[in-house]
Structures are given as C-alpha cells and as structure tokens.
C-alpha cells in the first residue's frame, strides 16, 4: 500500500469558465491557470503521483508547454492514471476536499464523482469528494482563490 497527498490553489479571475473536478459550474468568475484551472483535479493528481513515487503534476505537465495551454484536466488525470498503473499500481480509495465560500459545490458533486471515478477506473464510492467553506478567513475567505486537498491509497496491481 502507498498514501499520497496533493494540494493545489487557484486564483478566482472574470472571464473564464469554472471547471472542477472535470465538471463546468456555471458562475460569474472562473480559475487562472495554464490549463483549465480545475484545482481538484490537480490536487488528485499530485496525490496519485505522490504515491507512486512519480515527482509531480508540474513535473509531468509543466506551465510553460504549449501542449497543455487550456487543456482540459481530465487529459492530465487519464494520462497520471496511466503512469500510476505502469509503475504497477492501482487505486484503493481517493478522498478530497474543495475549499471555496462561493459556488454552491455540493448540487454538483454526485456528477463530479461519476466523472472522476470513471477515469480513475474505480467505482463512485471509493471517490470521497467534499467541499466546505473556509469560514471567511484567510485568501479562500476572501474569494480570491479557491483551494484543493486530496489523498489517496494505491495498492499494487496482482
Ligand atoms: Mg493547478
């Protein structure tokens, strides 16, 4: 068995669209960043690529490819998925965390689920994912970005 974690923040910007754990919520403002943005995707990725021993999401997907400007990162998690499963292991359990005072995350979090596990090759139970407001403190409170903790349990694949 291997445990891995992952966290990751992005900024809250006007015009760009708002994608989180490979979902589109509609909302006024969206995410800064080379790709789509979606900080829980990304957090689940560092923790995958933790486990396995793998470096990091920006080892494997740096911001400064133009391969990966605007991808979406359901790309970058198919593609983690590949590299945890070569290293000869599979997932046990995944549990995350979106940190953000606005949107209302919870209403889509049943579609995030069916959307990640699918990809994760596991069934919708063994992807935890909550959201929880930051109580107004600090720069989650503030809305000016929003944040993603995750962890994870591979086990190896025979
Ligand atoms: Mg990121």
């Given at each position: 068995?291997?445990i891995g974690f992952g966290y990751d923040v992005h900024r809250w910007v006007e015009g760009r669209?708002?994608?989180?754990?490979?979902?589109?919520?509609?909302?006024?403002?969206?995410?800064?960043?080379?790709?789509?943005?979606?900080?829980?995707?990304?957090?689940?990725?560092?923790?995958?690529?933790?486990?396995?021993?793998?470096?990091?999401?920006?080892?494997?997907?740096?911001?400064?490819?133009?391969?990966?400007?605007?991808?979406?990162?359901?790309?970058?998690?198919?593609?983690?998925?590949?590299?945890?499963?070569?290293?000869?292991?599979?997932?046990?359990?995944?549990?995350?965390?979106?940190?953000?005072?606005?949107?209302?995350?919870?209403?889509?979090?049943?579609?995030?689920?069916?959307?990640?596990?699918?990809?994760?090759?596991?069934e919708n139970s063994r992807v935890g994912i909550k959201a929880t407001t930051n109580e107004q403190?600090?720069?989650?409170?503030?809305?000016?970005?929003?944040?993603?903790?995750?962890?994870?349990?591979?086990?190896?694949?025979?």
């Open positions: 068995m291997r669209e708002l994608w989180l754990g490979g979902v589109q919520i509609p909302h006024s403002l969206g995410l800064l960043g080379h790709s789509d943005a979606d900080v829980l995707i990304h957090a689940i990725c560092d923790a995958l690529l933790g486990a396995a021993g793998l470096q990091d999401i920006g080892y494997h997907f740096p911001d400064t490819d133009e391969r990966f400007k605007g991808i979406d990162s359901k790309i970058l998690l198919r593609e983690t998925m590949r590299l945890v499963f070569a290293e000869g292991f599979e997932v046990e359990n995944i549990d995350s965390t979106l940190c953000a005072e606005r949107p209302k995350i919870n209403p889509h979090i049943p579609e995030m689920k069916r959307v990640l596990s699918e990809i994760i090759g596991v403190m600090g720069f989650v409170g503030r809305e000016e970005g929003i944040a993603a903790y995750a962890v994870v349990l591979l086990r190896n694949r025979q």
